[in-house]
């Protein structure tokens, strides 16, 4: 659920376009207008309807992941109604595959929701490898994931610490040139024009 307040220079919009100058993708509209309930001050609203200064504009739509919640421990570093940070332990995939549906981190957020009367998705901002640990950021709806997909995620700054084989000289320092994936892996990476 997400809830607008117009301001006075969005006034007057029809509700669609209201939507779209709020920074709703296109995608989330059309499921918003197809499966989702928009209320103006409590009232339903249509599609075509002005929207007014100082409106309350409270959108709801479906679930749609089919991932199946599972109790799992979870490491919770932040979580408000629009974000959940997961510390993320190694040895354990963010999301499901085709190879492994259950048992991910997917699975232990959605049975986290549920077990704490939310109703959200898992939309990961981004991901970190099966063996990779570190803070995951998760928006709590399609909505707040668009925010942060694009340029959002621009402002987020993330430091990598690696394991290494052999004793690198200098002892420290930065490494800044491209990476690619390293031949016959398609897992390790190295150094790469």
């Not at 109790?71 to 040895?91: G, N, Q, R």
């Not at 898992?122 to 707040?144: C, E, M, W």
Request: overall charge positive; charged content about 20%.
């Amino acid at each position: 659920m997400l809830d607008l307040i117009v301001s006075d220079k969005l006034s007057t919009l029809p509700l669609k376009e209201f939507l779209r100058k709020s920074g709703l993708s296109l995608t989330l509209r059309r499921r918003i207008k197809h499966n989702g309930v928009i209320t103006r001050n409590g009232t339903p609203i249509s599609w075509n309807e002005p929207v007014f200064g100082q409106d309350q504009i409270t959108v709801s739509w479906p679930l749609e992941n089919k991932i199946e919640p599972m109790p799992m421990p979870l490491a919770i570093a932040y979580e408000d109604s629009a974000l959940l940070v997961i510390d993320k332990p190694p040895d354990i995939m963010v999301h499901p595959t085709a190879r492994q549906d259950s048992i991910t981190i997917a699975n232990g957020v959605l049975h986290h929701y549920r077990e704490s009367g939310q109703s959200c998705d898992f939309h990961p901002v981004h991901r970190l490898d099966r063996q990779t640990s570190g803070l995951l950021l998760l928006a709590k709806n399609a909505y707040i994931h668009h925010l942060l997909s694009g340029q959002g995620i621009k402002h987020v700054q993330r430091t990598y610490q690696a394991i290494v084989t052999g004793q690198p000289q200098p002892a420290a320092g930065t490494i800044n040139a491209p990476i690619g994936r390293k031949p016959g892996s398609i897992i390790e990476r190295m150094i790469s024009p």
